[in-house]
Nanobody, 127 residues
Framework: QVQLVESGGGSVQAGGSLRLSCIVTGYTSFGYCMAWFRQAPGKGREGVAQ????????DYADSVKGRFTISRDNVKNTVFLQMNSLKPEDAATYYC????????????????????WGRGTQVSVSS
């Protein structure tokens, strides 16, 4: 059974940084996508960044390009989201997600492209 557990959320001032982590267990297949989504109160879930484990191809939402970096540690089965220059509008619950395996490409940051989800970690950014 695939399980995703996020950590690393917290409260920071605008301009600060946080690093989120997502530990993946139970996934023995190859070539799947990992992503970070976020959801602010009263808003829909938004795709932030994704990475294809086959070749580490990454993709980002325009709102975070140049500030956020998604990466992974294959040995530790962990995906990271380094968030720099945080803005108040980045405040949200951040969710880790994994797709089905055997993919050559990831769908463009859409919820329906992901099959497994973590419970989320809260990020607050004060101005």
């Amino acid at each position: 059974q695939v399980q995703l557990v996020e950590s690393g959320g917290g409260s920071v001032q605008a301009g600060g940084s946080l690093r989120l982590s997502c530990i993946v267990t139970g996934y023995t297949s190859f070539g799947y996508c990992m992503a970070w989504f976020r959801q602010a109160p009263g808003k829909g879930r938004e795709g932030v960044a994704q990475i294809l484990t086959k070749d580490d191809t990454t993709d980002y939402a325009d709102s975070v390009k140049g500030r956020f970096t998604i990466s992974r540690d294959n040995v530790k089965n962990t995906v990271f989201l380094q968030m720099n220059s945080l803005k108040p509008e980045d405040a949200a619950t951040y969710y880790c997600a994994a797709s089905r395996p055997w993919l050559d490409t990831c769908v463009p940051l859409l919820e329906e492209g992901y099959n497994y989800w973590g419970r989320g970690t809260q990020v607050s950014v004060s101005s």
